[in-house]
């Protein structure tokens, strides 16, 4: 079920910060056309003009757009931002375009993926779009496009949906998913939850690129995570790092098919493992849910295995 005050809190804190008018006299406002390929992306619609000049925002000057939120955008690698307000011609209608460049299509989900629900109305709109209220995401190629559409009545969904389109069109490239969330079990898995998390995966400052997931069996719930090594990095080592954490001052971790098994000092049950450059793990695991952990410990590492990844 949605937890309609959480979302509404969201929907407040986004209109907000979209609402955001920056003075012109501030340096690093906006950019000259020809200096940022993101103004390219803003489309020419008809019956709409634009009430003000785009402007660009880049990783020194975002604050400027979404204080208090830039810096989720700059840990997920970003690089640039351009914001449209359009007007409908005749009446009080209006839509703001925000447009991030990230950097990459990993970091583009990864935002997306911090910010949307799994209760959220997809549509068929970049990759994973989807609808609240008057609010449409999605992300395409290594952009994260928001749009926010003002007193529009029963025309808000059809017309965030044009503009929605119109910009993917200009983007071209929809991309694709991350290819580690293909190891992600499918039974049980709760839709759209999947997530990516460039650093401190858990809370640990030396866990990064970071894939997790929700899963919801016969009443249960718990989560399963993967952490993608990079070339410096041994996954043994930071399983160990780990499980030496979760096991001091508490009960020591055992041995189990696939990997360790473990009631950390929060009294959680984790099972935790590697395969290749990756470690893994099922968390959060209830205490009647034993043989479900363990199971879909095993999943994860046989779905690793035939990957290839």
Not at 18 to 37: K, T, W
Not at 286 to 306: S, T
Request: hydrophobic share 40%; with cysteine.
């Amino acid at each position: 079920m949605i937890d309609r005050n959480r979302v509404r809190r969201m929907f407040i804190l986004s209109m907000a910060l979209s609402a955001v008018i920056v003075s012109p006299g501030l340096a690093g406002e906006y950019r000259p056309a020809g200096e940022s390929a993101l103004l390219g992306l803003i489309p020419a619609m008809d019956g709409w003009t634009l009430a003000e000049q785009p402007r660009v925002f880049q990783p020194e000057t975002l604050y400027e757009h979404i204080d208090g939120a830039a810096e989720s955008y700059i840990a997920y690698g970003f690089k640039e931002l351009v914001v449209a307000q359009f007007q409908k011609e005749g009446v009080e209608t209006s839509l703001s375009v925000e447009i991030y460049d990230m950097g990459s299509g990993t970091n583009a989900f990864g935002i997306f993926s911090a910010e949307r629900f799994p209760e959220n109305r997809t549509v068929e709109v970049g990759l994973l779009g989807y609808l609240e209220g008057e609010t449409l995401n999605y992300f395409a190629g290594t952009d994260y496009v928001k749009l926010l559409c003002y007193d529009a009545g029963d025309e808000t969904e059809a017309y965030l949906n044009r503009f929605g389109r119109a910009i993917a069109g200009k983007i071209g490239d929809k991309g694709v998913l991350p290819a580690p969330l293909a190891a992600f079990p499918k039974q049980g898995l709760v839709a759209n939850s999947e997530k990516y998390i460039r650093k401190n995966v858990m809370g640990f400052e030396f866990l990064n690129n970071g894939y997790t997931a929700s899963y919801a069996v016969d009443g249960r719930e718990f989560e399963c995570f993967l952490v993608d090594t990079d070339k410096d990095q041994d996954p043994a080592a930071l399983l160990k790092r780990l499980l030496d954490f979760h096991t001091k001052d508490a009960a020591p971790a055992e041995t189990v098919a696939g990997g360790f098994h473990l009631k950390n000092r929060y009294g959680q049950h984790m099972f935790l493992g590697v395969q290749g450059r990756f470690l893994y793990g099922v968390i959060r695991v209830p205490e009647d849910a034993m043989d479900g952990g363990g199971a879909y410990l095993g999943r994860l590492a046989d779905a690793l295995k035939k990957s290839g990844l």
